[in-house]
């Protein structure tokens, strides 16, 4: 598992490299995932570590709702005065991606046969 992590933590440094060095307005975590995306697939494979790892990783995702929820407590004021416009905006957020994510499937599957 130690593997993983430093795969995982190499390429979020690199991407926080890049990003600081370019000066882009974009989390370091998201370009580092972007380039190990990028990698996996110009090497049309994934390395053994991270085929091996990987399913015992994925166990243990749920760990990181942890930090979330304690930010839940430490903003409940905030949370209590505006939660009702969060929840407005967050509906409509999962509404859009839905219909995104429906309408690119509805391009993609356009002309196969089921």
Do not use: C, N
């Not at 593997?3 to 370019?22: H, K």
């Not at 505006?82 to 929840?87: M, T």
């Not at 509906?91 to 002309?111: C, D, E, N, P, Y």
């Amino acid at each position: 598992m130690l593997d993983l992590l430093l795969w995982l933590l190499g390429y979020q440094l690199a991407g926080e490299a890049l990003v600081r060095g370019m000066g882009w307005p974009m989390p370091g975590p998201v370009m580092g995932l972007l380039l190990l995306f990028a990698t996996l697939w110009l090497r049309r494979a994934a390395p053994q570590t991270l085929q091996r790892e990987t399913p015992r990783f994925l166990g243990h995702m749920s760990l990181l709702f942890i930090p979330a929820g304690g930010a839940l407590m430490a903003y409940a004021p905030l949370l209590r005065s505006h939660g009702w416009q969060l929840a407005l905006i967050l509906l409509g957020s999962t509404l859009a991606t839905l219909l995104a994510t429906g309408l690119v499937l509805k391009l993609l599957l356009r002309g196969r046969r089921h």
